[in-house]
């Protein structure tokens, strides 16, 4: 009798526990539980992505916030190990910059000459003044940095064949840098080493404006991945002011711009 009275004392209460309401409640709380861990979880994994790529932004977010440019018709030449130059190829129109104390006479192509003379002007406006230290180099000059690296390394006790491998990790193969276009440019504050340059108020200064003179700055860290490129804040390139808005606004290095371009505008073409 104990047992059975005990099981009709229990009961009532064992179904109120569990009634209909109380039970669809659970399981919307379960649901709304297994969504939320769900979302994080997403959120988590695409935050990896995005770090192992080690960019600013990911190629979705550019995508999704840059404009339309169906209407752009060219686009600059992105030169590189898989994308080399004509051999030969040398550019028109090529301009000086002036001699350098050194000796040098830096040349670029006159468009890029001419934009940046301007741009160095409205920065010696703000107090503010940059050497440029590099500008075009011809086949054969790449040729001869490539052999003359070689051989520094074969001086060291470096065998020729890993000399040779060494230096074609530090200097880039005649054909495969961008340098031969005649629209890049290395600058400093002085006409040694360009090292520190990031740490510069002229440095600075070109990160705020050097788009608006059809400049961009052509390897940064959190692009490396995409240009394979390291970081060289000091190196600039022409690509025009439009296009340099555009990548500006966008977020967007050479590579990413030119592929966009492609994409919107199948009929675009490279330019020289």
């Not at 740490?199 to 940064?220: D, M, P, S, V």
Request: hydrophobic letters at 40%; charged letters at 20%.
């Amino acid at each position: 009798m104990a047992g059975k009275s005990t099981g009709k004392y229990y009961a009532p209460v064992y179904r109120a526990r569990k009634s209909p309401v109380k039970m669809r409640y659970s399981r919307i709380i379960r649901r709304s539980i297994i969504i939320a861990a769900a979302v994080a979880f997403a959120a988590v994994s695409i935050a990896a992505v995005q770090i192992s790529r080690g960019e600013s932004d990911s190629f979705v977010k550019v995508a999704a916030s840059r404009q339309s440019l169906a209407n752009v018709q060219s686009y600059p030449r992105v030169v590189s190990s898989s994308a080399p130059l004509p051999d030969g190829f040398a550019p028109e129109n090529l301009m000086s910059l002036g001699m350098l104390p050194n000796g040098e006479d830096i040349l670029l192509r006159a468009d890029a000459a001419e934009a940046f003379l301007s741009m160095c002007a409205a920065m010696s406006e703000d107090g503010l003044g940059i050497v440029p230290i590099s500008g075009y180099v011809s086949f054969d000059e790449q040729r001869a940095l490539l052999d003359s690296t070689a051989d520094r390394l074969v001086a060291e006790g470096v065998s020729t064949e890993e000399a040779r491998q060494r230096a074609s990790q530090e200097v880039s193969a005649p054909g495969q840098d961008e340098a031969q276009l005649g629209t890049s440019i290395d600058v400093s504050t002085d006409i040694s080493s360009p090292s520190g340059f990031s740490l510069t108020e002229q440095y600075q200064w070109i990160c705020r404006n050097a788009h608006k003179y059809g400049f961009i700055i052509r390897y940064t860290a959190s692009k490396r991945k995409v240009t394979g490129v390291a970081e060289k804040p000091w190196r600039l390139r022409y690509v025009g002011v439009q296009a340099a808005e555009c990548m500006v606004s966008s977020n967007m290095c050479l590579e990413e711009y030119a592929g966009a371009v492609r994409s919107d505008n199948p009929d675009a073409t490279e330019e020289f």
